[in-house]
């Protein structure tokens, strides 16, 4: 399976909270890698804006960095302005874990 290690910040909002979320295909199952091979896919089809959103009061702010195939890519986006591409991988990273 093609390694794939996506990090997650997740900060500001109303109460100014940091979330850090980190998911890896080589501490995953095996379902759970390619589940996270297939949203990565999606935001990697995606035409999106390069540069920094532009900042809204009280918004959450997403910081990603994806490693793929020794490539890294790094998005931000601010809660009103994410692709819909993105929020399926947001969901998964932001999923509370069972179990750990």
Do not use: N, W
């Not at 940091?18 to 091979?37: H, P, Q």
């Not at 918004?59 to 809660?79: C, H, I, K, P, Q």
Request: charge should be positive.
């Amino acid at each position: 399976m093609e390694h794939i290690r996506v990090e997650l910040e997740r900060s500001g909002g109303f109460a100014g909270l940091t979330l850090r979320t980190v998911l890896d295909t080589a501490e995953l199952s095996a379902e759970e890698g390619r589940e996270l091979a297939r949203l990565v896919d999606a935001l990697e089809g995606a035409r999106l804006k390069q540069g920094p959103p532009p900042r809204v009061p009280d918004s959450t702010r997403y910081d990603l960095t994806v490693a793929r195939s020794g490539r890294v890519r790094r998005l931000s986006f601010e809660d009103s302005t994410a692709p819909p591409e993105a929020r399926p991988l947001l969901d998964r990273l932001t999923r509370p874990r069972v179990g750990g």
